[in-house]
C-alpha cells in the first residue's frame, strides 16, 4: 500500500455543515459519486450518495453514472470498487485506512499453506471473505460478503474442501448454517473482538425485554446468546420489519446505529459494549479506528485534489474474474 500524499496532521476545525456543503458542489464540480459504508460517520453517510454493506456498495458501484467514485470505507473496499469499475477514477480519502481483518491473512502466508495443503493431496477451493487484500483475492476461488456467503457456500462443489479466510468467527458461524465443514484461518476483526459475553450479559438485563443483533464477525460466545445475526443489510431490514418500538443491543461497530435509527427510528439502539452499570449511560469503544480516517474534511481534500487514487495494479486482473462470477453473477 503506497503512503498518503495528503498530510492532514495539522488538519484544523472546520463547520461540519460548511463542510458538506462544500462536498456538494465539488461532486458536482468534478462528475463525482460518492459511497459509504455503514460503519462510516453519520455525517458522511448523510451526504453519500449510496450507502450499505459490502455487497451493496460493490454493486451499486457499478452502476455509478459518474466518472469519478469517492469510497469512504477502507482500502479493501475501495481496491475491489476500482477492480469492477477500471475505467472510473476511484478515490479513497484516507489510504492508510486499513483493516486487521484483511492483514491477518497476507499473500505470502496464504500462499504458502495453499501449496502446502495440495502437497498434502488435500483437494480444496479457497473462500475468502471480501475482507481481504486484492492480492490475496487474486488467490482465491471464490469472494463472499456477510450477505451473499450462504449462497456462495452452496456453489462450492460438494467434492471439495472448503479453506476459508481470513475470519475464523464468520467461518465457524458458517460451518454451523451451511452444514460444510472448512478448514479455518485464524484471523479476526479487532472491532468485533472486544465485545465481552460479560458486556453482554449485563446490557441484556438492564435492559428487559431487549433483543441482541449482532455481525457474524463477532466470536462464538456472543453469537450464542445473540436473537438475530447477520450482515449489516440483515440487520437494518429486521429492525425495519418490526413495527412495534423495541430495544436493540447491537453488537457490530457503533457507527452501524446511525442507518438503524434512520430506517427505524421508533426503536431504541444501544451499542455493546458500553452499559456503565450504574449510570445507564452508553460508550462507544466499539468503534473501527480504519473506517474512523474517514473525515469530512478528508473526503473535501480528495475531491478538490483529486487524491489519493487506487492505481490499478498487475494481480487485479485474476482478482477481477474472481469478484466477478462472486458478487455479480
Ligand atoms: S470493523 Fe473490523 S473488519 Fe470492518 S474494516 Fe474495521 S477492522 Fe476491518
Same mark, same amino acid.
Given at each position: ?14 463547520? +461540519? ?43 451499486? @458501484?457499478? %452502476? *455509478? ?58 483437494? =480444496?477451493?479457497?473462500? @475468502?471473505? /471480501? ?12 469472494? *463472499? ?11 462450492? +462443489? ?5 479453506? =476459508? ?20 484461518? +485464524?484471523?479476526?476483526?479487532? !472491532? ?13 438485563? %438492564?435492559? $428487559? ?9 463477532? $466470536?462464538? $460466545? ?6 438475530? /445475526? ?17 430495544? =436493540? ?15 427505524? $427510528?421508533?426503536?431504541?439502539?444501544? +451499542? !455493546?459494549?458500553?452499559? &456503565? ?8 469503544? %466499539?468503534?473501527?479506528?480504519? &473506517?474512523?480516517? %474517514?473525515?469530512?474534511?478528508? *473526503? ?21 474474474? *474472481? ?7
Amino acid at each position: 500500500m503506497s503512503l498518503p500524499t495528503i498530510d492532514h496532521r495539522d488538519e484544523v476545525y472546520e463547520d +461540519p455543515l460548511d463542510l458538506m456543503n462544500e462536498i456538494e458542489s465539488l461532486k458536482k464540480e468534478k462528475d463525482a459519486t460518492l459511497l459509504a459504508h455503514f460503519y462510516i460517520d453519520g455525517e458522511i453517510q448523510e451526504i453519500a450518495d449510496f450507502t450499505g454493506d459490502s455487497l451493496k456498495l460493490a454493486r451499486d @458501484a457499478v %452502476n *455509478v453514472k459518474t466518472s469519478t467514485i469517492v469510497f469512504c470505507g477502507v482500502h479493501f473496499m475501495a481496491e475491489s470498487t476500482k477492480i469492477l469499475s477500471p475505467e472510473k477514477t476511484v478515490l479513497l480519502p484516507d489510504l492508510t485506512a486499513g483493516c486487521s481483518l484483511a492483514d491477518s491473512c497476507q499473500y505470502g502466508d496464504l500462499d504458502q499453506f495453499q501449496k502446502q495443503l495440495r502437497a498434502e493431496g488435500r483437494d =480444496f477451493e479457497t473462500v @475468502a471473505y /471480501i475482507n481481504t487484500s486484492a492480492r490475496v483475492k487474486s488467490l482465491c476461488d471464490w469472494i *463472499v460478503t456477510s450477505g451473499n456467503a450462504r449462497e456462495i457456500i452452496d456453489r462450492v +462443489p460438494a467434492d471439495k474442501e472448503i479453506l =476459508f479466510v481470513p475470519d475464523q468467527h464468520l467461518g465457524r458461524y458458517l460451518q454451523e448454517v451451511t452444514g460444510r465443514e472448512m478448514i479455518l484461518w +485464524p484471523g479476526s476483526c479487532m !472491532v468485533h473482538e472486544i465485545f465481552s459475553i460479560q458486556d453482554m450479559l449485563r446490557a441484556k438485563k %438492564n435492559n $428487559p425485554g431487549s433483543l441482541v443483533l449482532a455481525h457474524p464477525e463477532c $466470536p462464538h $460466545p456472543i453469537l450464542e446468546v445473540s436473537d438475530i /445475526i447477520g450482515g449489516t443489510e440483515k440487520l437494518r431490514q429486521y429492525v425495519m420489519s418490526v413495527k412495534e418500538p423495541g430495544i =436493540f443491543l447491537i453488537a457490530t461497530e457503533a457507527n452501524m446505529i446511525h442507518p438503524l435509527q434512520k430506517s427505524a $427510528p421508533q426503536h431504541t439502539y444501544i +451499542p !455493546v459494549p458500553g452499559i &456503565m452499570a450504574s449510570s445507564g449511560e452508553t460508550c462507544a469503544c %466499539n468503534r473501527c479506528p480504519h &473506517m474512523a480516517k %474517514n473525515t469530512l474534511q478528508k *473526503v473535501r481534500d480528495c475531491l478538490k485534489y483529486g487524491k489519493p487514487e487506487i492505481e490499478w495494479q498487475p494481480y487485479f486482473d485474476q482478482a477481477k474474474d *474472481v469478484l466477478q462470477k462472486s458478487l455479480l453473477q
